[in-house]
């Protein structure tokens, strides 16, 4: 779907819904607010829905709390069009899927992944996947429907860039993408405040567990793979939440040598999350997919039933496969 079809329907359309992955991250928060708040601005009805509540460390990217988080059992009003950012398939909303679908007239997915090959007939999608961030994407979208992008949406925006190119340091991270980011410092960011606001918020819990889980480190594959393993019961022994995890694994790209980081996280009902980085040219979203995952060329993920150990091994497997194919 092309930005000005896209715009063609949000001027014709009157009521939105906005709403974003589940356990959402920077780039979903940032760009459902900027989204939202823009919305509002062209003079729609909009509201900002989430199946889970916003992370605490992403509290300042909706400083007014206009997200709102969605009770089990509640039915939706009708709307006009749900956008869905961040995310190109609607499973990942979790239980508020089959709410969406049945409120909603259209719904538009706009995300930097390319649609799954399965991707749903009665949707459309908006996504780049050369962008380094779905924030880009919305960024883009307020431009063409001439939205003034106020301060409150230039943070967001630029929080959202920002968390998903690991402080501007990935692949995807573009000219485009600096000169977005200017712009949205000429619109009053100031990036060291929304550093803090980002990155300082981490409990003495999440870091005593860090240290547990950095001192099992694993290296494997003649020193290119590194594995890193949170077991649920040493995460609840230190108190750490789910979303205290998910950056463990962006540790890995300081070790010199590595081409694939792993990092295994055991969950409730038998289940295990796997987060996957790809380093130089290392591609992992192959090894996501295998596994009914998926994401970026170099950074994915995947959720499935089993225990710790047996997930462990076959996604290992896996990868030690691969690398000694590339040899």
Not at 100 to 112: G, L, N, R, T, Y
Not at 200 to 211: E, F, I, P, T, Y
């Amino acid at each position: 779907m092309k930005l000005a079809e896209v715009c063609d329907k949000i001027r014709k359309a009157r009521s939105f819904l906005v709403t974003t992955h589940r356990l959402p991250d920077g780039d979903g928060i940032g760009s459902q607010t900027a989204l939202h708040l823009g919305l509002i601005a062209l003079g729609k009805k909009s509201l900002a829905l989430n199946l889970h509540d916003t992370p605490l460390k992403f509290s300042g990217v909706d400083p007014h709390k206009v997200i709102q988080v969605w009770q089990p059992g509640t039915k939706l009003e009708p709307i006009d069009i749900a956008f869905i950012v961040d995310t190109n398939e609607s499973k990942m909303l979790g239980e508020l899927d089959v709410e969406v679908k049945a409120a909603a007239k259209e719904i538009i997915f706009i995300d930097h992944h390319v649609p799954p090959p399965t991707e749903e007939k009665s949707a459309f999608y908006f996504y780049d996947e050369s962008a380094a961030a779905s924030g880009e994407l919305v960024f883009r979208l307020l431009e063409a429907l001439q939205v003034k992008i106020t301060t409150a949406m230039s943070e967001a925006i630029y929080a959202a860039i920002f968390t998903d190119t690991g402080g501007f340091r990935y692949r995807r991270t573009s000219g485009a993408t600096h000169r977005i980011t200017a712009q949205l410092i000429e619109n009053g960011v100031e990036p060291e405040k929304l550093f803090r606001e980002l990155f300082s918020r981490d409990s003495a819990a999440k870091l005593r567990l860090l240290g547990n889980v950095l001192d099992r480190l694993e290296i494997l594959g003649d020193g290119k793979v590194a594995v890193l393993t949170v077991p649920l019961a040493v995460r609840e022994e230190y108190g750490a939440s789910v979303e205290d995890t998910e950056s463990f694994v962006n540790s890995l790209g300081a070790l010199e040598q590595i081409r694939f980081g792993l990092l295994f996280r055991e969950e409730p009902g038998n289940r295990v999350k796997v987060s996957l980085r790809g380093y130089g040219l290392t591609e992992v979203v192959g090894v996501a997919k295998h596994f009914g995952g998926g994401g970026h060329r170099f950074a994915a993920g995947l959720t499935t039933d089993g225990s710790l150990e047996d997930v462990r091994m076959k996604v290992l497997d896996r990868v030690l496969e691969l690398l000694a194919q590339a040899k």
